[in-house]
Nanobody
Framework: QVQLVESGGGLVQAGGSLRLSCAAS????????MGWFRQAPGKEREFVAA????????DYADSVKGRFTISRDNAKNTVYLQMNGLKPEDSAVYYC???????????????????WGQGTQVTVSS
């Protein structure tokens, strides 16, 4: 059974940091692009960041650029999202996802991602 399991969420004050992890099991994603998305109550799921299998190409949403860093450790089948300078508007459930089409670049639309984790809550207090 393929699983993506996020962890590292929590409650943090504005300006603080969190590091999210997404551990994969049941299948290796070392040759797949991976992404992070988030969804706040009453809002659509939105793109946060994505990374190619090699880490050679990375894309960020404008709202997080310069504050968030996506990375991966293919040996551990794990993707990370380091979040610094957190703002209340960053509060959401954060999901990791895998785009298993391979070799076609990075995409911001959730519809291109085949596998999803269950999400981890991030709450930023003002």
């Amino acid at each position: 059974q393929v699983q993506l399991v996020e962890s590292g969420g929590g409650l943090v004050q504005a300006g603080g940091s969190l590091r999210l992890s997404c551990a994969a099991s049941g299948r290796t994603f070392s040759r797949d692009a991976m992404g992070w998305f988030r969804q706040a109550p009453g809002k659509e799921r939105e793109f946060v960041a994505a990374i190619t299998w090699s880490g050679g190409i990375i894309d960020y949403a404008d709202s997080v650029k310069g504050r968030f860093t996506i990375s991966r450790d293919n040996a551990k089948n794990t993707v990370y999202l380091q979040m610094n300078g957190l703002k209340p508007e960053d509060s959401a459930v954060y999901y990791c996802a895998a785009d298993i089409r391979r070799g076609v670049g990075l995409f911001r639309s959730p519809r291109f991602y085949e596998y999803w984790g269950q999400g981890t809550q991030v709450t930023v207090s003002s």
